[in-house]
């Protein structure tokens, strides 16, 4: 794992139609990071944990948080962030949520089909039982996934997935 890279930048938006927020990344920073071979990174954003993909390539390298993220840490538009990053270890992980965990537990086949999903659809379905505040959304939405996943009828799927 490469050592940690500090700087600071504005808080910017993008001009798509999402219109994402995103910090830049200074270009020896960005290619020291896709230096390891991935994108994914992780560190702190003014002390906050944050695990990411690095967007764009070396000389237009940005990082992008959602509003919530960004006013957790007390940033707006045009603030300047103070970041550490790194590249992560292992690209591949991912963390589960423990519902998710549960819900998989209980479903075989479900949990026997999310093990062949990419790591960025396991950390998309995982976000999506994670974003919900109450404790019984996460696990209603996590028994959801499990079933749609075991039936194929998970948002993406096609009749040749079966």
């Given at each position: 794992m490469s050592d940690f890279h500090f700087f600071a930048g504005p808080v910017l938006r993008e001009d798509e139609p999402m219109g994402m927020h995103?910090?830049?990344?200074?270009?020896?920073v960005a290619a020291a990071l896709l230096a390891a071979g991935h994108r994914r990174?992780?560190?702190?954003?003014?002390?906050?944990?944050?695990?990411?993909?690095?967007?764009?390539?070396?000389?237009?390298?940005?990082?992008?948080f959602g509003r919530g993220f960004l006013r957790e840490c007390g940033l707006a538009w045009g603030a300047t962030a103070h970041l550490d990053v790194r590249s992560v270890a292992d690209p591949n992980a991912v963390?589960?949520?423990?519902?998710?965990?549960?819900?998989?537990?209980?479903?075989?086949?479900?949990?026997?089909?999310?093990?062949?999903?990419?790591?960025?659809?396991?950390?998309?379905?995982?976000?999506h039982v994670t974003s919900a505040k109450r404790t019984e959304t996460r696990e209603r939405r996590a028994r959801e996934l499990a079933r749609k996943i075991r039936t194929y009828t998970?948002?993406?799927?096609r009749p040749t997935d079966r």
């Open positions: 995103y910090v830049p990344v200074p270009e020896p990174v992780e560190g702190t954003l003014e002390e906050h944990p944050f695990t990411r993909a690095l967007h764009g390539s070396a000389d237009n390298a940005r990082l992008r963390t589960l949520p423990d519902e998710l965990v549960a819900a998989l537990a209980d479903d075989e086949e479900a949990a026997a089909r999310f093990g062949t999903f990419t790591p960025g659809k396991q950390r998309s379905l995982a976000h998970l948002h993406g799927d």
